[in-house]
Nanobody
Framework: QVQLVESGGGLVQPGGSLRLSCVAS????????IGWYRQAPGMQRELVAD???????NYADSVKGRVTISRDSAKNTVYLQMNSLKPEDTALYYC??????????????WGQGTQVTVSS
């Protein structure tokens, strides 16, 4: 089972920046993709960005050009650098990992979430 622990959320003014981190731990064969979702009050959870084992990235249209996802595979850590933040970026941000367990079954794990609030 994989555990994901997020950090880096907080309160930031519009136009500011934040860097979220997510560390994956536990028994697994490999992580196939890892990324970030967010959920604002009253809204559905949506993909922000993810990165595959091969390094391919995918971004939501709403964050393209402002957000960069990166990873340190040796540390099982994924980062989300967010710049030019807007009030509409306010949400609970969740880390998600799609991984293969030791029996090579594909599974998914979610973190507890880290709050990002963009407000003046």
């Amino acid at each position: 089972q994989v555990q994901l622990v997020e950090s880096g959320g907080g309160l930031v003014q519009p136009g500011g920046s934040l860097r979220l981190s997510c560390v994956a731990s536990g028994r697994m064969f490999r992580i196939n993709s890892i990324g970030w979702y967010r959920q604002a009050p009253g809204m559905q959870r949506e993909l922000v960005a993810d990165i595959t084992r091969g390094g391919s990235t995918n971004y939501a249209d709403s964050v393209k050009g402002r957000v960069t996802i990166s990873r340190d595979s040796a540390k099982n850590t994924v980062y989300l650098q967010m710049n030019s933040l807007k009030p509409e970026d306010t949400a609970l941000y969740y880390c998600n990992a799609e991984y293969s367990d030791l029996n090579l079954f594909n599974r998914a794990a979610w973190g507890q979430g880290t709050q990002v609030t963009v407000s003046s």
